[in-house]
């Protein structure tokens, strides 16, 4: 029987956009930029207003809060709903003028503030989907900010049922909304214990019913070279460009294989995503993602040969290779835990979805909180096209959401089950 909920997420996620939340890899702060908790703070406000008492904004930028659990059942597990606050820094989310095309029919999508800004089923095939359904935009010179507002504007719809419905019966919730995911920070200051959740779904997935339980390992690798730096009136025999080192390496990876632009499914690649510095000192930074841990390795290992074969022309120059863990594989984890997806799948098929269970080119919150004692994969939020301006979303699309999440609590409820650990 399909829920009747009185939604609340369209008015939510149209206020969310227009707060400027990007985040900054460059910053040493936490969070990387003081204008995440802008939102943070109209989050915790309103889930105040829901009776939600415990809602508070912490000094490194996490949203906590609890639904208090309604069921007379022992031994409910504690589940968790996470959605990241900050929008990705490859994008203006800056001043953004949020669009609802209603029922879309098929035809291109131009966007008013710059008409070359066109959405068209041909680049963006999941709109074929969407015959009858309301398209969000922004307008054309901004990101629309749906990854991962919508994620969090479906959160706080649902929460805002299940405060108003006693009737659905449920365990204990959790909320965690997080700053910086969009550069590799996003749980870096989240504390487990405080949390105390046995289980959580990150909202942060693409189309409708779309399950990640599988995403990339990621390692960073940092090459710093030092080169022999001398005038360059009298450079001759003795000049070693730490900068030309570095273009030289870049120059040398594959170029038919092992990059974003030439790999899809389940292969891995080698991304260079800076490149910085001058004749004496040079740096390049790496993003090298595949499933498995041996095949990062492999792929490292690539990424090595190719600067000591580069480093052969430069005798007098020397260069560190860094690695970096960022995150590893949820499905490591989650195959411990069938139970999480399961439920998450017969959630979906009770809100009339069709699960899409599936593997991630990327990472979530989700990959590094499964490592640390929360198995979490990702569900659908409905953003499309994300980190770019022709990001859009579907209102339909995100109301089946906002039901996946309450019926994820009913179903967590009727199940029952043993917890991972004691929870608070």
Same mark, same amino acid.
């Given at each position: 029987?399909?829920?009747?909920?009185?939604?609340?997420?369209?008015?939510?996620?149209?206020?969310?956009?227009?707060?400027?939340?990007?985040?900054?890899?460059?910053? /040493?702060?936490?969070?990387?930029?003081?204008?995440?908790?802008?939102?943070?703070?109209? *989050?915790?406000?309103?889930?105040?207003?829901?009776?939600?008492?415990?809602?508070?904004?912490?000094?490194?930028?996490?949203?906590?809060?609890? =639904?208090?659990?309604?069921?007379?059942?022992?031994n409910?597990?504690?589940?968790?709903?996470?959605?990241?606050?900050?929008?990705?820094p490859?994008?203006?989310?800056?001043?953004?003028?949020?669009?609802?095309?209603?029922?879309?029919?098929?035809?291109?999508?131009?966007?008013?503030?710059?008409?070359?800004?066109?959405?068209?089923?041909?680049?963006?095939?999941?709109?074929?989907?969407?015959?009858?359904?309301?398209?969000?935009?922004?307008?054309?010179?901004?990101?629309?900010?749906?990854?991962?507002?919508?994620?969090?504007?479906? %959160?706080?719809?649902?929460?805002?049922y299940?405060?108003?419905?006693?009737?659905?019966?449920?365990?204990?919730?959790?909320?965690?909304?997080?700053?910086?995911?969009? =550069?590799?920070?996003?749980?870096?200051?989240?504390?487990?214990?405080?949390?105390?959740?046995?289980?959580?779904?990150?909202?942060?997935?693409?189309?409708l019913?779309?399950?990640?339980?599988?995403?990339?390992?990621?390692?960073?690798?940092?090459?710093? =070279?030092?080169?022999?730096?001398?005038?360059?009136?009298?450079?001759?025999?003795?000049l070693?460009?730490?900068?030309?080192i570095?273009?030289?390496?870049?120059?040398?990876?594959?170029?038919?294989?092992?990059?974003?632009?030439?790999?899809?499914?389940?292969q891995?690649f080698i991304?260079?995503?800076?490149?910085?510095?001058?004749?004496?000192?040079?740096k390049?930074?790496f %993003?090298?993602r595949?499933?498995?841990?041996?095949?990062l390795?492999?792929?490292?290992?690539?990424?090595?040969?190719?600067?000591?074969?580069?480093?052969?022309?430069?005798?007098?120059? /020397?260069?560190?290779?860094?690695?970096?863990?960022?995150? /590893?594989?949820m499905?490591?984890?989650?195959?411990q835990?069938?139970?999480?997806?399961?439920?998450?799948?017969?959630?979906?098929?009770r809100?009339?979805?069709?699960?899409?269970?599936?593997?991630? /080119?990327?990472?979530?919150?989700?990959?590094?909180?499964?490592?640390?004692? *929360?198995?979490?994969?990702?569900?659908?939020?409905?953003?499309?096209?994300?980190?770019?301006?022709?990001?859009?979303?579907?209102?339909?699309?995100?109301?089946?959401?906002?039901?996946?999440?309450?019926?994820?609590?009913?179903?967590?409820?009727?199940?029952?089950?043993?917890?991972?650990?004691?929870?608070?």
């Amino acid at each position: 029987m399909a829920l009747d909920i009185q939604h609340t997420f369209l008015e939510r996620f149209l206020r969310y956009v227009q707060v400027d939340t990007q985040s900054d890899a460059s910053s /040493r702060t936490i969070p990387s930029t003081e204008k995440q908790k802008n939102l943070g703070r109209i *989050l915790v406000e309103e889930l105040h207003e829901m009776g939600i008492e415990d809602a508070h904004l912490d000094e490194y930028g996490y949203i906590y809060a609890t =639904i208090p659990a309604n069921t007379d059942k022992p031994n409910v597990p504690v589940i968790c709903f996470c959605s990241h606050m900050d929008t990705a820094p490859d994008c203006s989310g800056k001043d953004v003028k949020p669009l609802i095309h209603r029922n879309y029919q098929g035809g291109d999508i131009v966007l008013p503030d710059d008409p070359t800004v066109v959405l068209s089923p041909k680049d963006h095939p999941n709109l074929r989907e969407q015959i009858g359904n309301d398209i969000i935009t922004a307008s054309g010179t901004t990101l629309l900010g749906a990854d991962n507002k919508a994620g969090l504007a479906e %959160i706080m719809d649902a929460a805002h049922y299940l405060m108003t419905h006693p009737e659905v019966k449920h365990g204990k919730i959790r909320i965690l909304f997080t700053p910086d995911e969009e =550069i590799g920070r996003g749980v870096d200051k989240v504390d487990m214990e405080k949390l105390g959740a046995d289980y959580g779904y990150t909202v942060d997935g693409e189309k409708l019913g779309s399950l990640e339980d599988e995403t990339f390992s990621a390692d960073a690798v940092t090459i710093d =070279i030092r080169g022999v730096s001398i005038h360059p009136g009298f450079a001759k025999g003795k000049l070693e460009s730490a900068l030309k080192i570095a273009a030289d390496i870049v120059a040398a990876l594959p170029k038919d294989r092992l990059s974003p632009e030439t790999t899809e499914g389940k292969q891995g690649f080698i991304h260079p995503v800076s490149i910085s510095g001058g004749a004496e000192l040079a740096k390049i930074e790496f %993003i090298i993602r595949d499933f498995t841990d041996e095949m990062l390795e492999s792929h490292e290992n690539v990424l090595r040969d190719i600067m000591n074969r580069v480093l052969k022309n430069y005798p007098n120059s /020397r260069a560190g290779f860094k690695v970096t863990e960022q995150y /590893r594989n949820m499905k490591k984890v989650l195959d411990q835990h069938p139970q999480v997806v399961e439920n998450a799948m017969e959630a979906m098929r009770r809100a009339g979805v069709k699960p899409l269970r599936s593997s991630i /080119r990327g990472g979530t919150d989700g990959s590094r909180l499964s490592f640390m004692g *929360l198995p979490c994969p990702n569900i659908f939020a409905g953003e499309q096209a994300f980190h770019s301006r022709e990001e859009w979303a579907s209102v339909q699309d995100m109301e089946k959401a906002v039901a996946v999440i309450v019926e994820l609590a009913r179903v967590w409820e009727e199940g029952g089950g043993i917890r991972l650990r004691a929870s608070a």
